[in-house]
């Protein structure tokens, strides 16, 4: 079956470490983003990526990076710099527009970053 | 100004009610819209995809947009106590590849 898989689902992060989620898609998309979402909120953009080796800052990029060495993978670290890392974190992928119309965009099952 | 608005609700409906959804955009050039439906501690999952004015019905779900007044909303028929979630709208303009969220509208289907 074809999607998106994020890991680990759970994640604790001590003060002043990086921690990078992990996230995977098989549906063979083109495009593909992080979100964060506190509780009682929207999603807020991180980064995305609409093609390999080239990503965007979404809203609020401070103490996160990304990479997008490979068309399926788009890793994220939160580093020491993000003071206040708890979240939600979700993954997206779609695939490219189609024309005049932006195609749906997928999520993984999310990873629950909490600081220790 | 946000891109897009939602009311965060809390919408209570009696099981078989029409539950109605509402969500306003920005004044920028739009084409892609979609419903999500997000249960407590879940991701959300996609409901709904339209791209022109007018219903669009998939089953108990009717999507309803309309572009000149920039609102998209979603219509529940014989809602379940199991539509019980929050429903998020998403608007792609056209310029860029950016999704932007609502902060959803949480809906309780009451028994």
């Known amino acids: 079956d074809g999607g998106i898989t994020q890991s680990p689902k759970y994640l604790f992060r001590k003060e002043g470490q990086n921690v990078t989620l992990s996230c995977e898609q098989n549906?063979?998309?083109?495009?593909m983003y992080w979100y964060r979402q506190d509780p009682g909120q929207g999603l807020r953009l991180i980064y995305y990526?609409?093609?390999?080796?080239?990503?965007q800052k979404g809203d609020i990029a401070e103490g996160y990076s990304v990479s997008r060495e490979k068309k399926e993978s788009f890793p994220l670290t939160v580093t020491s710099a993000q003071k206040n890392p708890t979240a939600f974190y979700l993954c997206a992928s779609s695939i490219a527009r189609q024309g005049l119309s932006g195609q749906p965009q997928h999520f993984g099952d999310g990873t629950r970053l909490s600081i220790l | 100004q946000k891109e897009v608005e939602q009311n965060s609700g809390p919408l209570s409906v009696p099981e078989g009610a029409i539950a109605s959804l509402n969500c306003t955009y920005s004044?920028?050039?739009?084409?892609?819209f979609f419903w999500y439906r997000q249960y407590s501690g879940k991701s959300p999952e996609l409901i709904m995809s339209i791209y022109s004015n007018g219903d669009k019905e998939d089953g108990r779900f009717t999507a309803q947009l309309n572009k000149a007044s920039q609102y998209v909303s979603l219509l529940i028929r014989d809602s379940q106590p199991s539509d019980s979630a929050t429903y998020l709208c998403?608007?792609?303009?056209?310029?860029?590849?950016?999704?932007?969220f609502g902060t959803g509208t949480s809906l309780t289907v009451i028994p």
């Open positions: 990526s609409q093609i390999v080796n080239d990503f």
């Open positions: 549906l063979n998309h083109d495009a």
């Open positions: 004044d920028r050039v739009s084409q892609s």
């Open positions: 998403a608007v792609n303009f056209l310029t860029g590849n950016q999704f932007y």
